[in-house]
């Protein structure tokens, strides 16, 4: 016997891929039903080789149902995250709603898996933010080995973080440039994402810092060490899918380039492709479509004591979001809801 899976927000870029995922990994689901908005009642989303016609979220009975993936915003979320979990049906969010909640998990399965376990106090379990997942994914493994004391990192985050809207604006904004009359004004972002680059995610918070780097701040500290100090810029730039980030690391003690090379190369969750010659290395095209968190530019920053720079590139709408929702649904399945 299978699970009974829900996916919210199957027709937006992060629930069509949570639907391929769960196909893709054979994910062992004897039922798994498509929601969205009324706006998209009846609209055909792929499961593997099956079409599922989505249903309307609201009204929708969730009871019977094991897990719930959701990934329709914070505001759609506060309305039904409780009602699913209060039917008994375990929802993993990838909102921003339920992070920073200390009863509720927030979980990265190759850093803290056992944080799963205490999902039992609100039935829902927090997935990070797609910058972060990708970040902590590389700082666990070289933290055990040599403690972390500080990381500064900046980000070159796709236009597909900010969901259909983010994409569609990029594509439209760039034909308008060449196709006269069909320019087309700033929406989505704040200021043309064509041929530019944008210092500016989420909104700006009281210290001159915005919400998305308050986030990998908070979120690093929950799910891998609160002494770690993070200080982050992030960045949009116009790249449909794939997150790069540049991560400046400080250790406790001295770490090796070549030895955090080679733990990096072990560990869960991470492929390292770092040549040291023209194009070794991965840039987002090439990473879409792929698990893997990758690792390039590993090198020693010999203007501090025990430091290293490294360069890391992941799919955002899979490790940042869609596969890690799934890493955890099959956790939760391997460590408390045991099936068959
Ligand atoms: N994109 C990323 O890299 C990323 C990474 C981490 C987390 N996330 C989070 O994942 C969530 C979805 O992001 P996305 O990129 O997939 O956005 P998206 O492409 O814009 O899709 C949004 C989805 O939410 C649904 N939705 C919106 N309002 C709804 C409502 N009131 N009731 C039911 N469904 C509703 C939409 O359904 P309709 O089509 O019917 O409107 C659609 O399926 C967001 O919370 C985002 O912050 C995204």
């Not at 599922?52 to 019977?64: A, M, Q, R, V, Y």
């Not at 944008?198 to 700006?204: E, G, Q």
Request: glycine share 8%; charged share 25%.
């Amino acid at each position: 016997m299978g699970y009974k899976v829900v996916v919210a927000g199957a027709t937006g870029n992060v629930g069509r891929e949570m639907l391929n995922i769960l196909a893709e990994r054979e994910f062992p689901a004897d039922e798994v039903v498509a929601l969205a908005s009324r706006r998209s009642l009846g609209t055909e989303v792929s499961y593997g080789d099956k079409t599922l016609k989505c249903k309307d979220i609201e009204g929708f009975d969730f009871s019977g149902y094991d897990i719930a993936l959701f990934a329709i915003g914070s505001d759609a979320t506060k309305q039904y995250a409780p009602i699913a979990a209060k039917a008994g049906c375990v929802v993993i969010d990838n909102s921003s709603l339920y992070r920073y909640d200390p009863e509720i998990p927030l979980v990265v399965p190759e850093v803290n898996p056992e944080a799963v376990d205490g999902y039992t106090k609100k039935n829902i379990i927090a997935n990070p933010n797609c910058s972060t997942a990708q970040m902590v994914v590389a700082l666990k493994p070289l933290h055990d080995r040599a403690k972390i004391k500080r990381v500064v990192v900046s980000t070159y985050q796709s236009v597909s973080g900010s969901g259909k809207e983010g994409i569609d604006e990029l594509w439209d904004q760039t034909k308008g440039l060449y196709v006269p009359g069909q320019e087309k004004e700033p929406k989505k972002f704040t200021k043309q994402i064509a041929f530019n680059v944008i210092p500016h995610i989420d909104v700006f918070m009281e210290d001159g810092s915005t919400k998305e780097e308050w986030k990998m701040v908070a979120e690093t500290k929950k799910i891998v060490d609160p002494s770690i100090k993070v200080t982050a810029t992030c960045v949009r730039v116009p790249v449909f899918v794939g997150h790069s980030e540049s991560l400046n690391i400080e250790f406790e003690e001295f770490l090796d380039e070549d030895e955090a090379r080679d733990i990096l190369r072990e560990a869960p969750g991470i492929l390292v492709v770092d040549k040291r010659e023209d194009g070794g290395y991965v840039t987002p095209v090439e990473c879409v479509g792929d698990y893997a968190t990758f690792i390039s530019r590993i090198r020693q920053d010999s203007t501090i004591e025990n430091g290293l720079n490294l360069w890391c590139v992941s799919d955002n709408l899979r490790k940042g979001a869609a596969l890690n929702a799934v890493q955890i649904a099959e956790t939760l399945g391997k460590r408390c809801l045991k099936k068959g």
